[in-house]
């Protein structure tokens, strides 16, 4: 059993010039006890990323769960 899984989740924000699309279909499993690492160069979405699997932001699309529970 996955302590989290995302599932194919995505996020864009609404800029001045358009729509910036952030996360498109991102899947993420992590086991209990597993130690992870999320890089990518500044702006790539790992803030985003992670304020979507602390709840403290709604995807566009996709789903989170813990411990097999969706949040
Ligand atoms: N609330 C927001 N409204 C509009 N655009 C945003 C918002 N938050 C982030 N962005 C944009 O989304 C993209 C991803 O930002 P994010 O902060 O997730 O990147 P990051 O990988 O955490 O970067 P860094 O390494 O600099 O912390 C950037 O282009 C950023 O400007
Ligand atoms: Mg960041």
Redesign the pocket.
Known sequence: MSLLKVENLSKS?Q?ATGR?E?LRNVNLEVETGDMIAIT?E???????LLHLMGMLDKPDNGAIYYSNKKI
Not at 42 to 48: L, N, Y
């Open positions: 924000y800029e910036l952030v990518g500044s702006g790539s979405g790992k803030s985003t």
